[in-house]
C-alpha cells in the first residue's frame, strides 16, 4: 500500500456521505505496498481502509469488489468491502484532471510482520488453502495480468538496464528463464481463484494465527499451486540454512486444510522459478521506471534474481 493520490479532510468526507459509516474522525495515509492509495479511516462505525485505485481499469474493479464479499461471507479472513446507500460498491474521486475509482473495506484486527516462523508459516498456509478453497465456489474468472506476454513485454523493456545495471549475466539469465517458462504448460493442474501476492505485507497475524489476508487486486483463475510457488518465494524463502524447514512447514499447514496432488508436487519447481522470474521483473521494472507519490517503496530487485538462481541451483 502507498499513497500517489493524496486526499484531503474534505475529500474524504464527500467520499463518505454516500456510506452508512456515520461522520469522519481521523485518517492517515499507509505508506506499506507499491500499487494503490491507501488511507485508515476512523469514523463513528469504527476504522475502515479506504484505497483508490492507480492503475486498474474501472471495468476490472468489479471482479474484486465481488471475489472479497464472497470469500469474507464464506468465512475467510478478509476485507469486506462496503456498500455504499445505492448498492454499489466503488466511488469515485477526482484527482487533477482525472476520475480514479475506489472502495472502503472492513479493516482487520492483527498486524503484519517481517519474518515469519515455522509455527506461522504453517498457519499461513492453511490460510492459503481457506482462500482456495473458499473460492471454488466463486463463478466469475480473470486471466493472469502477468502472464506470458507480459513477461515477454516487460523483460524486453528492462533487458537494457538490467545489462547496465546488474551485468550481460544477469540479463542472459532473464532471457533463458523466459525461454524455458514458455515451454511449460499448466492447464492440466487444479485451478481456481488465486491471490497472486500474498507476500508478508499481505497477511496479518495475532501471535502465531493468522488474523486477516488483504490486497486482492493481483487475484485471478490459474493453477492454485502456482499461488503456492508465490507465497513460498515471499514468505518461506530466506536463503538460508532453515529454507527446507521453512517451505515444508508452509506445505505442512496448506496440506491440513487441502491436500496436494502428486502432478501439483512435480510441477511445484519450476512454479517457484516462474515465481522468481515474475516478482524479479516487476521489481526491475518499477527500479528502472519509477513513478511519483507521496509515500512509495520501491523493493529490491536483486533479492528475486537471487531466488531465480536458488531454484535453478545456480
Known amino acids: 500500500m502507498s499513497v500517489y493520490t493524496e486526499l484531503t479532510h474534505t475529500n474524504i468526507v464527500t467520499i463518505l456521505e454516500d456510506y452508512n459509516l456515520g461522520a469522519l474522525q481521523s ?7 507499491i500499487e494503490n492509495s491507501n ?22 474493479l468489479p471482479y474484486f469488489m465481488r471475489l472479497m464479499r464472497h470469500l469474507a461471507a464464506r468465512g475467510l479472513a478478509c476485507p469486506d468491502v462496503m456498500q455504499r446507500r445505492d448498492d454499489s460498491l466503488l466511488f469515485n474521486v477526482q484527482d487533477k484532471d ?15 510482520l517481517d519474518k515469519l516462523n515455522e509455527v506461522q508459516l504453517y498457519a499461513s498456509g492453511q490460510a492459503l488453502a481457506q482462500l482456495h478453497v473458499a ?44 525461454k524455458n517458462q514458455s515451454l511449460q504448460s499448466w ?32 487475484a485471478h483463475t490459474a493453477p492454485w ?24 512447514a508452509f506445505l505442512s499447514g496448506y496440506e491440513s486444510v487441502r491436500a496436494l496432488q502428486e502432478r501439483e508436487l512435480q510441477a511445484l519447481p519450476v512454479c517457484l522459478r516462474l515465481g ?5 521483473v516487476s521489481r526491475l521494472y518499477d527500479a528502472f521506471f519509477p513513478r511519483g507519490g507521496a509515500l512509495t517503496q520501491t523493493k529490491d530487485p536483486e533479492e528475486y534474481r537471487l531466488k531465480l538462481l536458488f531454484h535453478r541451483g545456480e
Not at 44 to 53: D, S
Not at 98 to 112: A, F
Not at 144 to 152: F, K
Open 98 to 112: 482525472e476520475t480514479k475509482w475506489g472502495c472502503i473495506v472492513s479493516c482487520l484486527s492483527g498486524k503484519t
Open 276 to 280: 522468481a522470474l515474475r516478482f524479479w
Open 135 to 178: 473460492g471454488e465456489s466463486f463463478e466469475e474468472t480473470r486471466s493472469n495480468p502477468t502472464g506470458m506476454d507480459w513477461l515477454q513485454t516487460h523483460i524486453e523493456q528492462v533487458l537494457q538496464g538490467t545489462a547496465e545495471s546488474y551485468g550481460d549475466v544477469a540479463a542472459n539469465l532473464l532471457r533463458d528463464e523466459l
Open 39 to 60: 488511507f485508515f479511516i476512523d469514523t463513528e462505525q469504527g476504522r475502515f481502509v479506504l484505497t483508490v485505485f492507480e492503475r486498474m481499469d474501472e471495468q476490472e
Open 187 to 218: 492447464k492440466d493442474l487444479p485451478q481456481g481463484v488465486i491471490h497472486g501476492d500474498l507476500f508478508v505485507d499481505n497477511i496479518l497475524f495475532d501471535g502465531d494465527r493468522v488474523s486477516g489476508i488483504i490486497d486482492f487486486y493481483y
Open 27 to 33: 485518517f492517515e495515509g499507509i505508506a506499506a505496498g
Open 225 to 248: 499451486v502456482i499461488d503456492i510457488a508465490i507465497t513460498l518465494n515471499a514468505q518461506a524463502v530466506m536463503l538460508g540454512d532453515e529454507d527446507d524447514h521453512r517451505i515444508q
